[in-house]
Structures are given as structure tokens and as C-alpha cells.
């Protein structure tokens, strides 16, 4: 794992490019910081609770540049494994030359470069979602033939087909949006039975809540 220092005095193009300077040094140091004051004219960064870690930078009067100015570097806590700042697009930048020259690469293969390159962890959503980009970003320029692209699925348990004879003279109706990688909502109708409890009569993944995926 590579070394990451703060140094203070350090100047900056802008506020961007301190707070990715931020999360890079997170990262590698495996601390959650706080940006306890972020305007257009200062950034206030403190770690945890009870640590002493804190770094102040401000933009320079009369210049874009900012630079860090006050600089407190010494960490009372301990790392963390799972870190929240490392996201998918910090990620896909730093593997892209990774997938590059090996396009056929896993998500698991993205997990174990992470940790190995930076002692810590990511979920197997976050990997798969920065291998997705990446291959994206090596393959922009190629047009790839894919298969015909997931509409919709309807779905009609027999039992509860069978039980609707029997349902009270009443449905709902209802969706919710589907939350990851894949987008969608998922539609239902329910009814009560004679118990009075609810059985869903028709369960259905489709694109969006239109008149064509109702009827």
C-alpha cells in the first residue's frame, strides 16, 4: 500500500482539487473525514470523534489558488477497512488502466485490487458498478452487439390465481421504484382473502408506471 502525506502549505488549482486530494489521502490512510466547513472561501476537514487529525485550507486573496494553511496530522483512531469516500467514479479512475489491459477482468478481481492496493474493502455493488464503468470508459469507442434489452416480467402464482375466485370484492393497486444497479418498478396488485389476509394477485418488474405495463 502506498504512502499518502498531507503537507502543509501545499497549494491547490481549487476547492475540486483539495477535496480530491481529501479523499485520495482518506483512502490510503483509512480514516472517514468530515468536511466540517466547505464554502467559497474555506474547507474545514476533521476525522472522527475525539481524534485529533484536522486540516484547514482557504482560497488565496485576489487568486483562484487555495492552499492548506493549518495542518494537524497526527491520528489517534484507528483505520477503518470499509471507507465511505471510496466511491465507484474515485475508483474506476485509479483501475482504469488495470481493466484496460486486462478487459476480461471480474468484480471479484476489482475487490481483491482493492484491497490489496489499499487495505480496505468495497461492497459487491460498488465493485461491480466501477467494472461496469471502466469497461465502459476502455470500450467507448466500440460498438458492441448486445442482446435485446429486458422490458418486462409478469408474474401470476397459480395457487393465488386459483385462491382470487374466492378473494373479496376488492384489489389495490401499487408500485415502488427498484433501488441498484438495474432500474425499474416493480407493480403489484393484492387482494384480502376470506381470513382477511392480503395475497398478491399479480406481481410485475417493468420499465416505468405507464398505461402499457398496467394493462
Not at 483539495?18 to 468536511?35: N, P, Q
Not at 481483491?112 to 492496493?117: P, T
Request: net charge positive; glycine share 6%.
Amino acid at each position: 500500500m502506498e504512502d499518502y502525506k498531507c503537507v502543509l502549505g501545499t497549494l491547490f488549482t481549487g476547492k475540486k482539487e483539495f477535496k480530491e486530494a481529501m479523499t485520495t489521502y482518506v483512502i490510503h490512510s483509512g480514516r472517514d473525514l468530515k468536511f466540517i466547513k466547505n464554502d467559497k472561501l474555506r474547507v474545514r476537514v476533521k476525522c472522527k470523534e475525539g481524534c485529533e487529525w484536522f486540516a484547514y485550507c482557504a482560497k488565496l486573496p485576489g487568486e483562484d489558488a487555495w492552499q492548506l494553511r493549518k495542518l494537524v496530522d497526527a491520528h489517534s483512531c484507528n483505520r477503518e477497512y470499509k471507507v465511505k469516500f471510496m466511491r465507484s467514479s474515485w475508483l474506476r479512475k485509479r483501475l482504469y488502466s488495470t481493466v484496460k489491459e486486462n478487459p476480461n477482468i471480474k468484480v471479484t478481481d476489482i475487490s481483491n485490487k482493492v484491497h490489496q492496493k489499499w487495505n480496505a474493502g468495497v461492497s459487491k455493488m460498488k465493485a461491480f458498478r466501477t467494472h461496469k464503468v471502466a469497461i465502459d470508459m476502455v470500450t467507448d469507442y466500440v460498438d458492441i452487439p448486445l442482446l435485446p434489452s429486458f422490458q418486462r416480467l409478469y408474474m401470476c402464482l397459480n395457487g393465488c390465481k386459483e385462491s382470487f375466485l374466492t378473494y373479496r370484492p376488492i384489489i389495490g393497486l401499487d408500485g415502488c421504484f427498484l433501488k441498484g444497479y438495474y432500474e425499474g418498478m416493480i407493480l403489484a396488485v393484492v387482494g384480502r382473502d376470506p381470513n382477511d389476509q392480503m395475497l398478491p394477485i399479480v406481481v410485475a418488474v417493468v420499465e416505468g408506471e405507464t398505461r402499457d405495463s398496467w394493462t
